[in-house]
């Protein structure tokens, strides 16, 4: 997750090695995770994760509403 956080908040990162950014040149890029774009991303990136476990629940628990088995709805969702 980290990794993600640093591209999204850094879009000239365009590689990570061992928690060292690099630029295209090559260059190493500083990350700050303290600075508020890091935490907003952080943030937004948690409720996103978040949002995709809140759909895949309820999506299960429809399933289930229907009479689908467990079998079923990992077949089906992989859950």
Known sequence: MKHEIIYRTYPKVI????DVAYDIDGN????DENSQA???????LEQEK???????????????????????????IGV
Request: hydrophobic share 40%.
């Open 50 to 76: 978040q949002a995709k476990e809140t759909v895949k629940a309820t999506a299960k628990q429809k399933l289930i509403d229907l009479g689908l088995t467990a079998e079923e709805i990992k077949a089906l």
């Open 28 to 31: 190493v890029v500083t990350i």
């Open 15 to 18: 590689k990570i090695d061992k």
């Open 38 to 44: 890091y935490l907003t991303e952080k943030q937004n």
